[in-house]
């Protein structure tokens, strides 16, 4: 059983549409981070947040933490090609901060 | 410029065989994290590290599994006997103060054959 739900788990949409993308547990996180991974290298780090309720906002991307702490989504308007990629979201759990539990991802396809 | 640096970038060993993974940190850190991602699959953690000491584990972390931080920069995965289910992408990861971040290196790719 995943800790972390993500869906969508494959997007392909056109250039200038928008999307969301959810990350949903059952448990209640610290904090959630959202990654973007390209074929063959690692995840990098978009955003933490920290705090329920959270709405942080970078350049066309906005993330939003739950009230409960227990959720999170992604929002990018108008897509470009160059958002084409893995988006993961993983999170530390309250009751254990040493461990980094992560969603299964979404994967995006942006066509021009 | 990345946070950490990993070496080699790619590893293709016979299986049984031992192999060490490194991870080299650019600045001073405390909590350090391995994970595993097979191709298509989802990052899978490993282990975590805080001050050159083990804090949490998976179940994937096994016997054939050890981490260390040998000389106090370098921090290295070494896996005893490697098995054909072990060919995955392995990625470093350096937490930030209070480890509710980290940022990861670019990872080694591991083949065994």
């Known amino acids: 059983t995943q800790l972390l739900e993500q869906s969508p788990q494959f997007l392909s949409i056109q250039e200038g549409e928008n999307l969301t993308v959810y990350c949903n547990s059952s448990s209640v996180f610290s904090s959630l981070q959202w990654y973007r991974q390209e074929p063959g290298e690692g995840p990098v780090l978009l955003v933490t947040v920290v705090t329920g309720g959270e709405v942080k906002k970078l350049k066309r991307l906005t993330f939003q933490f739950g009230d409960a702490r227990k959720d999170s989504s992604l929002h990018i308007t108008a897509a470009q090609p160059g958002d084409t990629g893995l988006y993961l979201c993983a999170g530390v759990r309250l009751d254990n901060f040493n461990k980094f539990y992560f969603g299964s991802g979404t994967k995006l396809n942006v066509k021009p | 410029e990345p946070e950490v640096t990993q070496t080699p970038s790619h590893q293709v060993t016979q299986m049984g065989q031992e192999v060490i993974l490194r991870c080299v940190p650019i600045?001073?850190?405390?909590?350090f994290y391995w994970y595993r991602q097979i191709l298509g699959q989802k990052v899978e953690f490993l282990v975590s590290?805080?001050?050159?000491?083990?804090?949490?584990k998976s179940e994937i972390f096994d016997d054939q599994f050890s981490v260390e931080r040998p000389d106090g920069s370098n921090f290295t995965l070494k896996i005893r006997s490697t098995k054909l289910e072990d060919s995955a992408m392995y990625f470093c990861?350096?937490?930030?103060?209070?480890?509710?971040?980290?940022?990861f290196g670019p990872g080694t790719r591991l083949t065994v054959l």
């Open positions: 600045s001073n850190h405390l909590y």
């Open positions: 590290f805080y001050n050159n000491e083990i804090s949490e």
């Open positions: 990861a350096r937490g930030a103060l209070g480890a509710d971040t980290q940022y």
